[in-house]
């Protein structure tokens, strides 16, 4: 127990957010997760501040002494959206004829490992958690993501709103025929 | 002797294509060695090696590949597998490096693939014959335009053979702008269970499935999207009718290519089209100047869809380079990579590389479409009886139109001529006795620049 860094994380926390704002932080998440799972697309888009940046990043596979572009491998997105472009995926997912949506395709995001840190701006605040994503299709067409998110999470006169999320994922390669999801 | 009727699985006449060539394990172990083995494979682009010591790695057929720029600068590939017991001695997709070393043992090989450190050597070894156990090198290495391809085959023909009369298309992007091709040198890459013939004669061919598969994509994306037009390409937003005029399909002898033939619709499905077309208007004069007239201005910006044999794709307009690495008979990789010219303003490039990921990308709003019935279609040749039966690409055939450029042409983008010459193709690479019974008889490079200037 003599390390400092384990002593002093949690004090910090805790100290500097305070129970209340974190457990509505925390219900938001759960909401979120739960309006994802029900495909109600458009109340989504309204969790979201029309500034978002929305970021999922390729985690390339290289070795520990190549990171951060000493070479020519270019850092990649898989989604790297403003809010029109949430908006355009949203919009596709309720046109109705994405045939793979139907028979109903079945969402259940799980959120944890939720901590909230202040930011320099004073109604911002950084949140990490963690996720598991699994999507069933059809009779047994079942994928699972899991991952982590870093969100800044805003409080508007009409509650809090999304204002960045970078979600970070496992595989460098895909392992789903597609990621036409909301993480 | 040949293990297979392949007359049966591929009947050109009828244009019937037996399903079992989708699922059957034993056709795909012969598709490694016939065609993986022998054809002259997409390695990368030699910008994404800039440096002596840069490498990247990938895949010929399945087999690991590491290409590396060595300190000499010439580029080289090699099976990554170590010479002592196999084991990968390259775990990293890219990156800069002096060596290669084993995880298990520690042998480690310089970048140009030298057998360089034997840990304990000189205490267990006697004489050890370091010289002949360097890395196994892919015997053929060759560069079209920067674009690197390899082949395990020693006495097949050489890449600018193999490639014949689809050069004269690949210049289109290659040699219309003056700093030339730039490729994103980070693939991305998805694993999809299906098998690898579908993605590939579905991106060179099939422009039937567009508005019906994507139907849900092209009604928010682009010109539909954004209301300047109620169809793309000639195809309807609802999929009621579609305009042929202009478009063609063209078969050559070993590879194919589908193009809108007016310069300017392949960036029709772009929401924000206008500066890339602003710069492809202020670069024609010099496409034209370089091409001449009929590519300069039918070919450049268009719409298209050119199909390098076996797994390779290079499409202008979308504007990416694709290929499908095989991972077993139900089972490929899908690697795209962005693709632009060197010289756009970094606006343009960003625009473009937006595209790609909005459309083709891992969460591409046309992309999440077609790994569904690409797995559908494998899936179902499991069933016995299924697998008996036999699919139909008869779409157009007889249909031809006059071109002046190298290769048959047939009319329109909703047509099946290149998925047919796809399939006529792999008949023919699978019943080859040799690799150069692979390629068909292409025009000679002189005659080719003379008749189509």
Redesign the interface.
């Known amino acids: 127990m003599a390390n400092a860094e384990l002593k002093l994380a949690p004090a910090t926390l805790v100290g500097k957010v305070g129970f209340e704002l974190e457990w509505a932080i925390n219900q938001f998440m759960t909401l979120e997760a739960r309006i994802l799972d029900e495909e109600r697309y458009t109340d989504w888009l309204g969790l979201l501040t029309e500034d978002i940046r929305y970021q999922?990043p390729?985690p390339?596979?290289?070795?520990r002494r190549?990171r951060a572009s000493?070479?020519?491998?270019?850092?990649?997105?898989?989604?790297?959206d403003g809010f029109s472009?949430l908006k355009?995926?949203a919009?596709?997912?309720a046109?109705?004829?994405?045939?793979?949506n139907d028979p109903a395709t079945r969402h259940l995001r799980m959120v944890n490992n939720i901590e909230v840190e202040t930011t320099a701006t004073p109604d911002e605040f950084l949140v990490r958690s963690k996720f598991l994503l699994k999507r069933g299709r059809r009779e047994k067409d079942i994928v699972s993501h899991a991952g982590w998110r870093e969100d800044i999470l805003r409080q508007t006169a009409g509650g809090l709103r999304i204002a960045k999320r970078t979600v970070h994922l496992l595989e460098?390669?895909?392992?789903?025929?597609?990621?036409?999801m909301f993480f | 002797m040949k293990k297979f009727d392949y007359q049966t699985l591929v009947d050109s006449q009828k244009a019937l294509q037996q399903r079992s060539i989708f699922w059957d394990p034993a056709i795909y172990e012969e598709e490694l060695k016939q065609i993986f083995n022998r054809c002259w494979l997409f390695l990368g682009h030699e910008t994404q090696l800039p440096q002596p010591g840069d490498f990247i790695r990938t895949y010929m057929g399945e087999d690991d590949v590491i290409v590396v720029r060595g300190k000499d600068k010439v580029i080289r590939a090699f099976l990554n597998a170590c010479t002592h017991r196999g084991n990968k001695v390259c775990q990293a997709e890219g990156g800069n490096t002096r060596s290669f070393t084993c995880s298990y043992h520690g042998w480690s090989y310089n970048t140009e693939g030298d057998l360089a450190g034997v840990p304990l050597e000189k205490e267990i070894y006697d004489n050890l014959d370091r010289a002949s156990l360097g890395l196994v090198p892919v015997p053929r290495l060759e560069s079209y335009k920067g674009l690197l391809f390899g082949c395990f085959s020693e006495d097949a023909p050489s890449l600018l053979d193999y490639l014949g009369d689809i050069t004269w298309y690949i210049d289109v992007v290659t040699d219309s702008a003056k700093g030339g091709l730039e490729v994103v040198g980070t693939p991305y890459r998805t694993e999809i269970p299906g098998n690898w013939k579908l993605p590939v004669e579905n991106a060179i061919g099939d422009g039937y499935h567009v508005a019906w598969a994507h139907a849900g994509a092209m009604s928010v994306l682009g010109a539909i999207g954004n209301g300047r037009s109620d169809n793309v390409l000639g195809i309807s937003a609802n999929n009621t009718g579609v305009d042929q005029a202009g478009a063609i399909e063209v078969v050559m002898n070993t590879h194919t290519v589908l193009t809108t033939l007016d310069g300017q619709s392949g960036y029709a499905l772009y929401d924000h089209p206008d500066p890339v077309l602003e710069h492809i208007e202020k670069n024609r004069p010099q496409a034209i100047e370089k091409l001449g007239a009929l590519r300069g201005k039918q070919l450049y910006g268009s719409e298209t869809h050119i199909g390098v044999f076996p797994n390779l794709q290079i499409i202008q307009g979308l504007n990416f380079i694709r290929i499908i690495h095989p991972k077993g008979p139900g089972k490929f990789e899908v690697w795209t990579y962005g693709m632009c010219e060197r010289e756009m303003p970094e606006e343009t490039k960003g625009i473009i590389q937006n595209h790609v990921r909005q459309t083709f990308g891992p969460a591409g709003l046309l992309e999440g479409d077609d790994g569904d019935f690409v797995e559908s279609i494998t899936h179902s040749a499991a069933g016995y009886a299924t697998r008996q039966m036999k699919g139909f690409l008869g779409m157009g055939m007889g249909r031809k139109v006059p071109w002046d450029g190298p290769g048959e042409a047939s009319p329109g983008l909703v047509n099946e001529a290149c998925q047919r010459g796809f399939y006529d193709q792999w008949r023919r690479a699978m019943e080859a006795a040799d690799a150069h019974g692979i390629i068909g008889e292409a025009t000679p490079v002189a005659l080719r620049e003379v008749r189509h200037g």
């Open positions: 999922i390729v390339l596979t290289t070795y190549n000493t070479t020519a491998l270019k850092p990649l997105f898989i989604i790297d472009g355009q995926r919009a596709r997912e046109t109705g004829l994405v045939w793979l460098r390669v895909v392992m789903d025929k597609n990621l036409n």
